[in-house]
């Protein structure tokens, strides 16, 4: 089975500082890794995905998260945070792709101060 | 941009009472999912459907839950005799088959 542990529950940062959400998972098999993000009173946000290929991914709010294998982690960063980046942040592991379920941590919530 | 859509956005109920959740997945995905999210807790996975049947299911997923796709568009979750530890955020997602799901708004359940 799969897990998933963000040992941070909560972050605070200054505007415009640089952020590390962490991830870490452990699995048998091959994994898929997600970040979603839940805004104040909204649902969750696919972030980015890492499903194969180049271990740094990107999302077009400017994180990025890396898969790094050996030590089971998938940390989000962003090198310049603002007030609009407040949210909840949730890492998941899947065992595969379509049909497979998410295991979700439970959530970094990350708080931007101006 | 297509997107998951649920109502109601808030259902209070009485304990006891059945209720229906409903979603709209995005038109061409093929797995829908039902996921909860308890007040403070960590969002837990309900159930998976595919192929007009269940593919997976948790252990949370009692015979007090069932799921369906009455229409081609609608996926339905409904809980029979809700209990006061039923009370949280209900999503629904769906998906194609290369990974990464699409998430619903929630519905907030009250259990009274």
């Known amino acids: 089975a799969q897990s998933v542990t963000q040992l941070d529950s909560q972050v605070p940062v200054f505007e415009e500082a640089p952020v590390e959400l962490r991830c870490n998972y452990s699995s048998s098999v091959s994994v898929y890794l997600f970040w979603y993000v839940q805004y104040p009173n909204q649902g969750l946000q696919l972030l980015l995905k890492?499903?194969?290929?180049?271990?740094l991914v990107e999302s077009i709010n400017g994180f990025e998260a890396e898969f790094n294998k050996s030590q089971t982690s998938f940390h989000l960063r962003k090198p310049s945070v603002h007030i609009s980046d407040t949210a909840e942040y949730f890492c998941a592991v899947s065992k595969g792709s379509g049909n497979t379920p998410l295991v979700f941590g439970k959530g970094t919530r990350l708080s931007v101060i101006a | 941009e297509p997107e998951v859509t649920q109502t109601p956005s808030h259902q209070v109920t009485q304990m006891g009472q059945e209720v229906i959740l409903r979603c709209v997945p995005i038109?061409?995905?093929?797995?829908f999912y039902w996921y909860r999210q308890i007040l403070g807790q960590k969002v837990e996975f309900l159930v998976s459907?595919?192929?007009?049947?269940?593919?997976?299911k948790s252990e949370i997923f009692d015979d007090q839950f069932s799921v369906e796709r009455p229409d081609g568009s609608n996926f339905t979750l409904k809980i029979r005799s809700t209990k006061l530890e039923d009370s949280a955020m209900y999503f629904c997602a769906s998906s194609t088959a290369t990974g990464g799901l699409f998430f619903g708004p929630g519905t907030r359940l009250t259990v009274l």
């Open positions: 890492y499903l194969s290929g180049s271990t």
């Open positions: 038109s061409n995905h093929l797995y």
């Open positions: 459907f595919y192929n007009n049947e269940i593919s997976e």
